[in-house]
């Protein structure tokens, strides 16, 4: 296990002890780990404040090189591999989605998937994928990515969110008026239109005008740290923020917003449905999607 796989599934789950579980290691382990880590590049990776983990500048620099350097490693594993004929499933994803959403459960998937390996195609935007080279597509877009067959996985459900310790944090949810006045953090995603305020501050008839601020970022992952760091409160998407609610490291803030017709599914190659174990990975995504 190396020290930067340790280091980025406890950057994203900001605590080690639910990272040694994902990575089935010790917790101890998981922190010596880091502290050579720490040692190695001369610099604190995270601050630690009893239970919770919040990371400290070049730790949220490494955090997002990391997670861009993912889809490099797979792409050239896949290269160099000794049997490049083997049967493999190629899944094409954003960043964002396969940091927030997809490794926390990589591990199941790859279970389901028995000995033909899935393999995942990441960047920023899925528009810079070859999808010639994928056998199935994650997105969010009404009309989707190919003219491929598509599952339904789950309707976007987007909403305020921010840490616990967040000053009122305890009388959330705000109503979309009262957010106003708030510090809201900033996220530039041109793809994602209906991910800023001013189209969320528009479902409720509110006119909002961004500020220019410090608050603005355009790492969707550098925003809910900052959110789970307390810095203010960030738009959430619905999958990507769940299991941070669930457990308690974020608040819902404010009401939801439930953009029409867009919803999360998997488009998938239909020729190769009877020839991999895609059957099995589309029923795992089926039953993941159920629970959102």
Not at 9 to 38: D, K, M
Not at 194 to 212: C, G, I, T, V
Request: net charge negative.
């Amino acid at each position: 296990m190396t020290p930067l796989r340790v280091f980025e599934a406890s950057a994203r789950h900001g605590s080690f002890t639910r990272a040694a579980e994902e990575l089935t290691l010790s917790q101890p382990s998981v922190s010596r780990h880091i502290a050579t880590l720490e040692q190695d590049l001369g610099v604190t990776l995270f601050h630690r404040n009893h239970n919770k983990l919040q990371l400290t500048a070049p730790g949220r620099s490494l955090s997002s090189a990391v997670g861009r350097g993912l889809s490099d490693i797979l792409e050239a594993v896949k290269l160099v591999s000794s049997n490049p004929a083997r049967r493999e499933l190629v899944l094409a994803c954003t960043q964002t989605f396969a940091h927030g959403w997809l490794m926390p459960r990589f591990s199941s998937l790859r279970r389901e998937a028995g000995d033909e390996p899935v393999n995942l195609a990441v960047s920023l935007w899925l528009k810079d994928i070859n999808l010639q080279d994928v056998d199935m597509v994650f997105g969010w877009r009404a009309e989707g990515q190919t003219d491929w067959p598509r599952l339904p996985l789950f309707p976007e459900r987007i909403y305020p969110v921010c840490a616990p310790g967040y000053p009122g944090a305890g009388q959330r949810p705000l109503s979309a008026e009262d957010l106003l006045e708030e510090r809201l953090l900033q996220f530039d995603m041109p793809e994602a239109a209906h991910a800023f305020w001013p189209e969320w501050f528009d479902h409720f008839s509110l006119l909002y005008k961004e500020p220019n601020s410090e608050y603005r970022h355009s790492n969707y992952q550098f925003m809910m740290q900052a959110a789970l760091d307390g810095e203010g409160i960030a738009l959430g998407w619905h999958h990507l923020v769940a299991d941070h609610v669930k457990a308690g490291r974020l608040v819902r803030a404010g009401p939801v917003f439930a953009p029409e017709g867009s919803v999360y599914s998997i488009e998938y190659r239909p020729e190769k449905v009877d020839q991999t174990n895609m059957k099995r990975v589309l029923e795992w995504f089926r039953k993941e999607g159920e629970s959102y």
